[in-house]
Antibody, heavy 123, light 107 residues
Framework: QLQLQESGPGLVKPSETLSLTCTVSGGSITSSSYYWGWIRQPPGKGLEWIATIYYSGRTHYNPSLSSRATIYVDTSRNQFSLKLNSLTAADTAMYYC???????????????WGQGTLVTVSS | EIVLTQSPGTLSLSPGERATLSCRAS???????LAWYQQKPGQAPRLLIYDASSRATGIPDRFSGSGSGTDFTLSISRVEPEDFAVYYCQQYDSSPDTFGQGTKLEI
């Protein structure tokens, strides 16, 4: 059974950089059939796609966050990670990692999700 | 980007009733690249429907999806107590992937 587990700090100061890692178990991150992504959800609000990566390193970003976000993959550890810089209170959210299906020219629905990690931006 | 608008914002029903949730896109979603997710309090979203009408693995057949172009619907034939949750639609046709704002199904 595939499992995804997020890890990272629960509290980050404004203007600092957030670093999150998603560890994938029960399956290989190098499968050609999948992409791997990050999605966030502010408290009491809806879902926002942040970024997605293929095991080869090909990346896709939401333009609203692309100037501050970096996604990368470590195939040796079966992990992928997100860095988000210049944090403000508006970045306070539950951050989820998830798996996308792949299609011929990109990625598809999100079929497996981690449980999420709550990140609070506050001094 | 494609904006998804879900209606109603809240749907109040009793167990056993039929639920109909709507998702309207600001422009056509090609190849029906639209998914529906269920989210319960304190949990991650769960995939219900992909490609507008295909049920994900393990999803009961009381859940069904339909629609094309700009108008999509998630139906629950007979709502069970465990179905009370928030439902989101998502399009993965064009980047950026976007989600609707959600419909809360309440008792």
């Amino acid at each position: 059974q595939l499992q995804l587990q997020e890890s990272g700090p629960g509290l980050v100061k404004p203007s600092e950089t957030l670093s999150l890692t998603c560890t994938v178990s029960g399956g290989s991150i190098t499968s050609s059939s999948y992409y791997w992504g990050w999605i966030r959800q502010p408290p009491g609000k809806g879902l926002e796609w942040i970024a997605t990566i293929y095991y080869s390193g090909r990346t896709h970003y939401n333009p609203s966050l692309s100037s501050r976000a970096t996604i990368y993959v470590d195939t040796s550890r079966n992990q992928f990670s997100l860095k988000l810089n210049s944090l403000t209170a508006a970045d306070t959210a539950m951050y989820y990692c998830a798996r996308h299906g792949a299609r011929s020219n990109g990625f598809r629905e999100l079929d497996y999700w981690g449980q999420g990690t709550l990140v609070t931006v506050s001094s | 980007e494609i904006v998804l608008t879900q209606s109603p914002g809240t749907l109040s029903l009793s167990p056993g009733e039929r639920a109909t949730l709507s998702c309207r896109a600001s422009q056509s979603v090609s190849k029906n690249y639209l998914a529906w997710y269920q989210q319960k309090p304190g949990q991650a979203p769960r995939l219900l429907i992909y490609d507008a009408s295909s049920r994900a693995t393990g999803i009961p057949d009381r859940f069904s999806g339909s629609g094309s172009g700009t108008d999509f619907t998630l139906s629950i034939s007979r709502v069970e107590p465990e179905d009370f949750a928030v439902y989101y639609c998502q399009q993965y046709d064009s980047s950026p992937d976007t989600f609707g704002q959600g419909t809360k199904l309440e008792i």
